[in-house]
């Protein structure tokens, strides 16, 4: 790891028990942020595996319907970057931040800043995996890994 002063992650459980699993092995305690959270699925149906990843795959294509969850994917990587932007500004410019978040809100949002296709990039993630980018102003996808 490059060195990290400051763990965020998404306040739901697994993301939490996974940020203290690296917390513990780095020294750093983890904050918690709620906006850091995936894309509003409650209550949504479950389907076999091919049917919701070809539904998230329509969600991510078309960011501003609401075609799977209680929120579009583009409010939530709206409000997934904007809390990346809060964590960044506490943190300090100076510091390696690690944000430890979902599948969805990462990829879209990573593909934003890139001004790229964020299918492939969804696609390519694993459980868990990591992405590293430059901040404020990535130029490409600096370190991608996958712990399977």
Same mark, same amino acid.
């Given at each position: 790891?490059? =060195?990290?002063g ?12 996974t940020?203290?699993? !690296?917390?513990?092995t780095? =020294?750093?305690?983890?904050?918690? *942020? ?12 479950? !389907? ?5 990843? +070809?539904? !998230?795959?329509?969600?991510?294509? /078309?960011?501003?319907?609401? $075609?799977? =969850?209680?929120?579009?994917v583009?409010?939530a990587r709206?409000?997934f970057?904007a809390?990346?932007?809060? +964590? ?8 390696? !931040?690690?944000?430890?978040?979902? =599948?969805? *809100?990462?990829?879209? %949002? ?12 969804w ?9 590293? $980018? ?7 996808i600096?370190?991608?890994? /996958? %712990?399977e």
């Amino acid at each position: 790891m490059r =060195g990290i002063g400051a763990l965020h992650s998404s306040d739901e459980i697994k993301t939490v028990q996974t940020a203290e699993i !690296v917390g513990e092995t780095i =020294g750093l305690p983890v904050n918690a *942020v709620h906006d850091l959270r995936e894309h509003e699925r409650h209550g949504t149906p479950i !389907v076999d595996a091919e049917d919701w990843r +070809s539904t !998230v795959i329509e969600s991510i294509r /078309n960011q501003n319907e609401h $075609i799977y =969850g209680s929120e579009a994917v583009g409010t939530a990587r709206m409000r997934f970057g904007a809390a990346v932007e809060r +964590s960044m500004e506490t943190s300090g410019a100076d510091q390696t !931040v690690a944000v430890i978040a979902h =599948g969805t *809100v990462i990829s879209t %949002f990573v593909a934003e800043l890139l001004d790229t296709d964020p299918v492939p990039i969804w696609e390519s993630l694993g459980l868990p995996g990591l992405i590293e $980018i430059e901040w404020p102003r990535p130029s490409k996808i600096l370190t991608q890994l /996958n %712990f399977e």
